[in-house]
């Protein structure tokens, strides 16, 4: 399995970006789908995830702001990210679980500015 993790950039605080993450060698509608961030400093955390079953749970800070999404005939995650604050800075990982192994995407850098 490999993720290709695509669509950070630059942009303005109230700003809008939306992530993608292709993935290769596998098969969407049975592994749980996800997308992690990193603050500079900080320790690595959830921003939300799309189990198989397409529930979808979102961290607080995410909640009302992201929607994460897949593209099955595609097999790419998506993060819609609306909003954006610039305590939304970092670098934005995809994921996909498969059989109890975590596979991980190389990371898209978003910075917001003020």
């Known amino acids: 399995v490999q993720l290709q993790a695509s669509g950070g950039g630059v942009v303005q605080a109230g700003g809008f970006l939306r992530l993608s993450c292709a993935a290769t060698?596998?098969?969407?509608?049975?592994?749980?789908l996800g997308w992690h961030r990193q603050a500079p400093g900080k320790q690595r955390e959830m921003v939300a995830f799309?189990?198989?079953?397409?529930?979808?749970k979102y961290a607080d800070f995410a909640r009302g702001r992201f929607t994460i999404a897949r593209d099955i005939g595609e097999n790419t995650i998506y993060l819609q990210m609306k909003s954006l604050q610039v305590e939304d800075t970092g670098i934005y990982y995809c994921y996909l679980q498969r059989n109890g192994i975590t596979y991980w995407g190389q990371g898209t850098e978003v910075t917001v500015s003020s």
């Open positions: 799309i189990l198989r079953d397409v529930t979808t």
């Open positions: 060698g596998s098969v969407f509608n049975t592994e749980d």
